[in-house]
T-cell receptor
Framework: DSGVTQTPKHLITATGQRVTLRCSPR?????VYWYQQSLDQGLQFLIQ???????AKGNILERFSAQQFPDLHSELNLSSLELGDSALYFC??????????????FGEGSRLTVL | QKEVEQDPGPLSVPEGAIVSLNCTYS??????FMWYRQYSRKGPELLMY????GNKEDGRFTAQVDKSSKYISLFIRDSQPSDSATYLC????????????FGAGTTVTVRA
């Protein structure tokens, strides 16, 4: 168990809908990352938050948005869903504050199916 | 062309064999190199971490980085059925060290 909790584990919805994925990082971790894993693209970095502030952005679509709350949990909002958004969405957290990358601790993912 | 290339396999080996995995990359700014292991229906977990060029050994696992060739490898000695998983290489740069670029992952099956 990595200590990172993601809900829901599975989600089935229709095109055009909006969903929210939730992530609780490990206790004490200030950084939260969102990754998308699909069969054809592999693991793609979406966005990183550090202590409530957006720190880095990857290839995140404009239809997607995220935020990190004061209690450090994070939500990834996906709107106007398309079939191609079907994927596994992972949240990860890490300890920062020293030179070099820390270990990313991944949750078990939220599997989104868009029909 | 993808920033990180990794042969997706699948790779099937008998128990006790040496598993050899590799990735190539195009971004010369990458300085941190990692291998993550992902079991079915689980999130990736960090297996090995190397900074810049060189070798690193941890038990049955050896990671190698050749920055001149932009090539990294992972070797698993005396492979066990419990090593059956997808192995993903990942890398990042000094300026953006927490933004990882992942390979597609290689699925490995170790047959008992």
């Amino acid at each position: 168990d990595s200590g990172v909790t993601q809900t829901p584990k599975h989600l089935i919805t229709a095109t055009g809908q909006r969903v929210t994925l939730r992530c609780s990082p490990r206790s004490g971790d200030l950084s939260v990352y969102w990754y998308q894993q699909s069969l054809d693209q592999g693991l793609q970095f979406l966005i990183q938050y550090y202590n409530g502030e957006e720190r880095a952005k990857g290839n995140i679509l404009e239809r997607f948005s995220a935020q990190q709350f004061p209690d450090l949990h994070s939500e990834l909002n996906l709107s106007s869903l398309e079939l191609g958004d079907s994927a596994l969405y992972f949240c990860a957290s890490s300890v920062e504050g020293r030179r070099g990358p820390g270990e990313l601790f991944f949750g078990e993912g939220s599997r989104l199916t868009v029909l | 062309q993808k920033e990180v290339e990794q042969d997706p396999g699948p790779l099937s080996v008998p128990e006790g064999a040496i598993v050899s995995l590799n990735c190539t990359y195009s971004n010369s700014a990458f300085q941190y190199f990692m291998w993550y292991r992902q079991y079915s229906r689980k999130g990736p977990e960090l297996l090995m971490y190397t900074y810049s060029s060189g070798n690193k050994e941890d038990g049955r696992f050896t990671a190698q980085v050749d920055k001149s060739s932009k090539y990294i490898s992972l070797f698993i000695r005396d492979s066990q059925p419990s090593d059956s998983a997808t192995y993903l290489c990942a890398m990042s740069s000094l300026s953006n060290d927490y933004k990882l670029s992942f390979g597609a992952g290689t699925t490995v099956t170790v047959r008992a």
